[in-house]
């Protein structure tokens, strides 16, 4: 269908047409900026009964009406208000609201995702499979409205000078309807998102991890996760109860670690500093030329939405074994996404998702990490007929350089109190096991594989998971030209053979033959 809705702004009014064939604009609803709930009232009707769309139709060139009747049907009272809303960029030094039309023609999904990779690419050094991620959560910021869970963007570095507001330029000028704040309580984030439903960008957030507003903003980010969710307050001398939205998509960037139950709604992307050899490829960022060189790519993420949103809406595509149900949930509409594109790109999103989150769901949750390392000294042979003695664990443990063990408590080593502190969350308990071979072995406390494979088996992903996801599919869309790339800089390929790219596509192929897990 080559029609399209678009949306203007002039002055304090905005206003939805419908472009049948591409051609005329014909007017369909407006709204003042103040009020984006409330058409303004004309001799437009806001469309939203058959008796109102089948009189407009009337209107309209013969040869036009069919496909403006498929746009219309799509266009409810409540989505054309939603997408009002979404479509209303932030204000930039005073100037009225950018305003961005689709691009007139169709969009090939796979070399436009392919494009923006190289985009990004271009100016910034990014970890294996970071680039994915990001443009899949690009196109996922155009259709969050469609998506059950909105997956938030953890941009983190252990220093300064790692790309961080590099990135955060480039998200803000890709990303739809993108909103920046380098500092903002909780009262005012849940407002903003439940007035604009933007794109938030939150620089500097771990400034504002500790002390008293530090929980209210921790809510909002919880609840906004999922498309129900809402903070309650009491407003005005009445004190009546007032929910505010907080779903929507986000960007968290600071140097540290993150809430934990933050971190596991979000798709972690950490910057290391590019080296000199590096710097030299990359190029720099340019106020309004980036802005310039970025528009094309929006209009094109926008048209592009509009192709997908009813393929990738109210669907389960399939996940690799590797991640918990947590993380399934946050790469869910990318999955979706990658699917509706083809080509590569299903294989391509199950192998970051696989190499981004294919561990225990936090590594900040030492439960789970306990779980992991104590399963790895029974694979590696320390148990006397499958027995561990908890001070066996603990010393074996403590060894692990790479890991919070050895320095588990203000600077100190776990202790077999410890172990049984963190695995009784689980229902796991020490008892008396004999601590070598036959009876003669002194008694001592420790824990046997039995009591613990139930819990191996339900938090940690098997050890065959990761090679895991439906065959390579051909790219849709048109021969429409692709937003343009930077001149001498070839597509970039790698993660086309980084580590595991093979495993996902592996994971694709056994599903699509219908082969046990």
């Not at 009014?13 to 591409?22: K, R, Y």
């Not at 039309?101 to 990014?126: C, F, H, N």
Request: proline share 7%; hydrophobic share 40%.
């Amino acid at each position: 269908m080559s029609g399209y809705t678009n949306i203007n702004a002039t002055g304090e009014t905005i206003a939805i047409t419908v472009v049948p064939n591409g051609r005329v604009r014909y007017p369909i609803v407006a709204y003042r900026l103040t009020d984006l709930q409330t058409p303004v009232a004309s001799d437009d009707a806001n469309l939203s009964s058959e008796k109102e769309r089948a009189k407009f139709l009337e209107q309209l060139p013969p040869d036009t009406r069919s496909e403006a009747s498929e746009l219309l049907l799509r266009l409810s009272a409540d989505v054309l208000a939603m997408r009002v809303v979404q479509a209303r960029r932030p204000e930039q030094s005073g100037d009225a609201p950018v305003m961005d039309e689709p691009w007139p023609d169709s969009v090939d999904g796979g070399l436009l995702l392919d494009a923006l990779t190289t985009l990004l690419a271009r100016y910034i050094v990014l970890p294996p499979h970071a680039d994915v991620a990001i443009v899949l959560w690009l196109v996922h910021t155009y259709l969050f409205a469609s998506a059950d869970f909105t997956p938030y963007l953890w941009v983190s570095s252990p220093v300064r000078e790692c790309g961080k507001s590099t990135l955060l330029e480039l998200l803000e000028r890709l990303a739809y309807r993108a909103k920046m704040t380098g500092g903002i309580t909780g009262a005012a984030l849940y407002r903003l998102i439940d007035r604009d439903n933007p794109t938030v960008l939150l620089d500097e957030l771990d400034a504002r991890l500790k002390g008293e507003s530090s929980e209210n903003l921790r809510s909002v980010l919880n609840t906004g996760f999922s498309r129900s969710g809402r903070i309650t307050i009491c407003v005005g001398d009445d004190h009546a109860p007032k929910e505010f939205k907080t779903f929507g998509p986000k960007v968290l960037a600071g140097i540290g670690r993150l809430w934990d139950t933050v971190a596991s709604r979000s798709i972690p992307i950490v910057l290391r500093r590019a080296t000199k050899d590096e710097l030299r490829l990359l190029s720099k960022i340019r106020g309004s030329r980036i802005d310039a060189v970025c528009q094309p790519y929006r209009q094109q993420l926008l048209t592009l939405a509009g192709a997908l949103r009813d393929e990738v809406s109210d669907v389960e595509p399939l996940a690799p074994d590797a991640l918990g149900a947590r993380h399934t949930d946050v790469w869910s509409q990318l999955f979706a996404i990658a699917d509706a594109v083809g080509g590569s790109w299903p294989a391509r999103a199950r192998a970051a998702a696989v190499a981004l989150h294919g561990g225990p769901s936090d590594e900040t949750d030492f439960g789970l990490l306990l779980l992991e390392d104590i399963r790895h000294l029974f694979d590696e042979g320390f148990a006397v007929e499958g027995k561990l003695p908890s001070v066996r664990i603990v010393e074996e443990l403590g060894k692990q350089e790479d890991r919070p063990w050895p320095e588990y408590y203000r600077g100190t080593p776990l202790t077999p109190s410890g172990v049984a502190k963190l695995l009784g969350r689980f229902g796991v308990k020490p008892k008396n096991i004999r601590a070598g071979h036959g009876s003669s072995s002194p008694i001592v406390k420790g824990y046997e594989f039995g009591q613990l494979a139930p819990s191996f088996a339900r938090y940690l992903p098997g050890p065959e998971s990761a090679a895991t996801t439906a065959t390579d599919t051909s790219s849709k869309g048109g021969d429409s030209p692709v937003a343009p790339v930077a001149e001498n800089s070839a597509m970039d390929r790698d993660s086309l053979a980084a580590p595991g790219f093979e495993e996902g596509k592996a994971f694709l192929v056994r599903q699509e033959r219908g082969d046990e897990a």
